[in-house]
């Protein structure tokens, strides 16, 4: 009888509000197995992983803030890393992975496109994934799909393409409080600007990579790309989530706008908008092309599952993909990993 193929082995990097969803549906899956987390929480070091994912049993993995014990100890197949969204910040936690031939999946929006901001380190990457026969994918729901492969598998029916735009429009009410916050809800006009002075509100990050992605997909030679000042949604009226109550004239949200321009003219527009009590929620890809395209989703992908889903569904595309730093429009199109993983590798 043929023997029964090993589970895919997968430490979680980062157990904070996705970390921790991703290591939830983990644990749902058939095929694949956590076996070590990390994190410098101090609310989280030394903890049953089943303590911080609130699941009221011990999983008898101990989240560690050190890496190169968990690996070691692991011999794991993937690192599922969710900490932060800068290449800078997060360069220095992927880097030691690479040398244990550990693939490394993160939801880090700059890796998502590095070659953009980060071209001296994305080379690194490279160098150091071919080196040591593993991969870094960048990935989530946006960037990593809504904004750019989605828009990129979107052209493959295209004779001509003279322009794309793409919307997302989301009530904010309906993701987890952590997203609210981030986006300012129910805070002043002052306070807003404030935090986004403090760097505390950054707005969305990842709008110049997937513009990279998309033109890099067709081999546009960009001039520039413009990214607008995040500005608050004022609230016309009294709007509510479960969490947060916004008055009139505070702001329920932030919106953002991003260009890539050809010969001064809008190649590429993304526009992004986030705020509680958003009446109409999509996401639009209008392309004006031959033939022109109107996607359009209604309503909007939902942005707390979508990025757990997507960053799992890419382990065997990873896994199966040649080493070195890859992005979504280098890997196959992407699919749901549904049934046991091992059928995917
Ligand atoms: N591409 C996408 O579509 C997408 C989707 C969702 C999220 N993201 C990004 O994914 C990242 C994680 O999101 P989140 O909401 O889960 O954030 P979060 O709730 O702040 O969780 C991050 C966790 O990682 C820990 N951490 C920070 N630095 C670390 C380090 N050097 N080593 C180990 N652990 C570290 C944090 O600890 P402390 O609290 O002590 O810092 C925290 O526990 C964010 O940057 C977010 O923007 C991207």
């Known amino acids: 009888m043929a023997k029964e193929k090993q589970k895919i082995r997968v430490v979680c990097y980062g157990v904070g509000a996705v970390g921790s969803r991703i290591a939830k549906l983990l644990l749902k899956k058939k095929g694949i197995e956590i076996v070590g987390a990390i994190d410098v929480a101090k609310d989280k070091i030394n903890k049953d992983l089943g303590e911080i994912l609130d699941l009221g049993k011990k999983l008898n993995i101990t989240v560690s803030d050190d890496v190169d014990s968990v690996m070691r100890k692991a011999c794991c197949d993937v690192v599922i890393h969710a900490t932060g969204s800068y290449l800078k910040d997060v360069y220095p936690q992927i880097v030691p992975i690479a040398r244990y031939g550990v693939n490394v999946i993160s939801t ?66 309906t993701r987890r409080i952590q997203f609210q916050k981030k986006v300012g809800a129910g805070l002043t006009t002052t306070e807003f ?22 033109a890099a997909a067709l081999k546009w030679q960009l001039d520039k790309i413009e990214v607008d000042l995040v500005e608050p949604v004022i609230a016309e009226n009294e709007v509510r989530s479960e ?6 004239g505070q702001v329920a949200g932030l919106k953002q706008t991003a260009r890539g321009m050809i010969q001064r003219k809008d190649a590429i527009t993304l526009d992004f908008q986030a705020y509680i009590g958003a009446k109409d929620e999509y996401d639009a890809i209008p392309i004006d092309g031959v033939p022109p395209i109107h996607q359009q989703i209604s309503p909007c992908v939902h942005g707390d599952h979508a990025p757990v889903a997507i960053i799992i569904n ?16 280098d890997l196959p199109v992407p699919s749901a990993a549904i049934e046991d993983m091992r059928k995917y590798v």
Not at 140 to 156: A, C, E, K, Q, S
């Open 314 to 329: 890419s382990i065997p595309k990873v896994m199966n993909a040649p080493p070195g730093l890859l992005t979504m429009k």
């Open 108 to 173: 880090c929006e700059e890796l998502s496109y590095p070659y953009l901001s980060e071209p001296e380190l994305a080379k690194k990457l490279e160098a150091l994934g071919v080196k040591y026969a593993m991969s870094f994918l960048g990935t989530g729901i946006n960037p990593g799909f809504l904004m750019d492969t989605l828009v990129i598998t979107l052209t493959g029916v295209c004779q001509k393409i003279s322009k794309i735009k793409v919307e997302r429009v989301m009530n904010a009410a």
């Open 243 to 248: 969490a947060i109550i916004v008055r009139k």
């Open 193 to 214: 600007k404030k935090k986004m002075d403090t760097k505390q509100i950054t707005g969305h990050v990842g709008l110049e990579q997937s513009i990279a992605m998309i």
